[in-house]
């Protein structure tokens, strides 16, 4: 079993800057793709990026591109969503999810979930 726990969401003014942490459980860490999601009130979840387990290929959403980096460090089983300029439209819930197969943006291709850290952003 798989667990994920996700960190450092808050209150932040638009332009401001966040970094989220989603600490993971076991020792195949590196084995795992990580992805984003986040789901705000009455949406649906929608990706955000992904990292491959070597941290070697990262995919982003459009809406994020330039903006938002991913990354993670194997050795402490974390992988991270440094959030820059954000705007109030980036407001929501974020997930950190194990990739399992399947279509890099889509949640089915997750099979492992955090509980979600809330992202606030003043305009």
């Known amino acids: 079993q798989v667990q994920l726990v996700e960190s450092g969401g808050g209150l932040v003014q638009a332009g401001g800057s966040l970094r989220l942490s989603c600490a993971v459980s076991g020792r195949t860490f590196s084995r795992w793709d990580m992805g984003w999601f986040r789901q705000a009130p009455g949406k649906e979840r929608e990706f955000v990026a992904a990292v491959s387990g070597s941290g070697a290929s990262t995919y982003y959403a459009d809406s994020v591109k330039g903006r938002f980096t991913i990354s993670r460090a194997n050795a402490w089983n974390t992988a991270y969503l440094q959030m820059n300029s954000l705007k109030y439209e980036d407001m929501a819930v974020y997930y950190c999810?194990?990739?399992?197969?399947?279509?890099?943006?889509?949640?089915?291709?997750?099979?492992?979930w955090g509980q979600g850290t809330q992202v606030t952003v003043s305009s």
């Open positions: 999810a194990a990739y399992r197969s399947g279509s890099w943006d889509a949640p089915s291709s997750y099979e492992y």
